[in-house]
Structures are given as structure tokens and as C-alpha cells.
């Protein structure tokens, strides 16, 4: 039974993969900025027998402190970290750099980045005095490469993630804990949508790609879950969506539609 952190799992696919561990047997430590989330997500989630396997800290992952809280929090309710997963982030609205505010683009380097790095020297401090453990840093648009209009901070952020698996991987070479990838893929959360104009022809355009190649937090998080307990090596990557999945979801396209945001009025 592994004992998990991760971060900003009060809503969105954090708090699904929260769920689903906690339906395999695994405790959780849920988190996120607001103490007010953070106590409503574990009273949520810990119905019935789960009560015992679910605890929650409040906290930043911008600020060194908060996440070593985040740390002791969970050993003090469970023992140790088996698995700590990066997964808090946020998203700006779409624009060129130049017309994003000074304040949003410091905000999305400090939680994106920053925020990464810190929660990484914090669980690789941690696992290593414990003898070893995994830490899965989620990757997003910009992770591979690719490039849009209006994301250049947020793909730059994403982007670093890559290199930032390799270079830990090598710092952490022998000290017996492991340097992972996660990939959702194209998931319908907050997070997603939240950077658009939904009035806009971009938005519209963009729907009809997300409806092709998106999925929901219910489809995506348990086959993450899945492949995020049998993984056992360093370097382990599990994505949801690959490329021949893209390739067949493009290919049914015509002959399949789907509707993931009947519930957004654009």
C-alpha cells in the first residue's frame, strides 16, 4: 500500500488522481493552496473506510516552506512518501507576451517553475534520507516541443520539465529514488478552458480539436494510476494520450462526435 502526495489535488485532474489511488488501496495526501479546499476535498474523499487513508495540507508551491509542511504533514500521518507527484499548476490567459500583464507571467513562472523545482529538492531531500521513493513531474503543452500563439510562457514553463527529468535523474543517480513523467494529454478541467476567450473564433477552433483529441478527468486519471503503480524503473513515462492514439482519434473524426463541453455556454 504506497502512500502519495500530490499537489493541487483539490480539483481537476490532481483530485482525480487523488480518487482513484485512494480506490486501489493507496493513502493520499491531497493539497492545495486554500486551507478551505484542502478540508472540503479530504472530508470528500474520505468516505467510510478511506477516512483513515486520506489526510491534506494547505499550502503554496512557490514557497519552500509550505511544501516542506507538505512533507511533514505526510510523514507524520503515514510514515513516508512512496510517490510524489508534481502536479500544481496554473494557466494564463492566451495572448502574445507583450500584452500579458508583468503579475501574470511572475505568477505562472513561480507556481509552473519555481514551484517545481522547490517541490523536487523537497522530496528529493525527503526520499533520499528515507532510502528512496519515485516523484512524477507533470508535463503539458511545451513538454515536447511544440509551439503556439499566446503560450509562450506557459509552453516555456512546461518545456523546462523535460530538461528538469534529465538533469535530476543524473543528480539522483544511486541515491535510490526515481525520476518520472507524467502526460495527461488534452484533459477537460478548468485549467484547459480557463485561458480562452469563450466568445472568440480561437476558442471555437480550439473546441473542435479538444473534441477530437480531449477527454474527461474520469477517463484520464485511472489509467494514470495504473501505469504510475506498476511503473518500477527510473525514467519511467506514462501518457495517456500517444501519438497513435491521436493518429486513430483524427482518423474516426468524421464518423465519431464527440461533445466534451456541452456544459460551457460558448
Known sequence: MKTLVITGSTRGIGRGLAESFLTQGCKVVVNG????AVERAVGELAAGSEAVRVAGCAGDVSRHEDLEALWRCAAAAFGRVDVWINNA????????????????????????????LLANKVALAGMKAQGGGQIWNMEGFGSNGMAQPGLAAYGATKRAVDYLNKALRKDAAGTGVQICALSPGIVVTDLLVGDYDLDSEQWRQAKRMFNILGDTVETVAPYLVQGILKANRDGARVAWLTTGKAMRRFLAAPFRKRELFADIPC
Open 89 to 116: 499548476g496554473i494557466s494564463i490567459h492566451r495572448a502574445p507576451l507583450w500584452e500579458q500583464p508583468a503579475a501574470d507571467l511572475e505568477a505562472i513562472v513561480n507556481t509552473n517553475l519555481t514551484g517545481m
Open 33 to 36: 493552496r486554500s486551507q478551505e
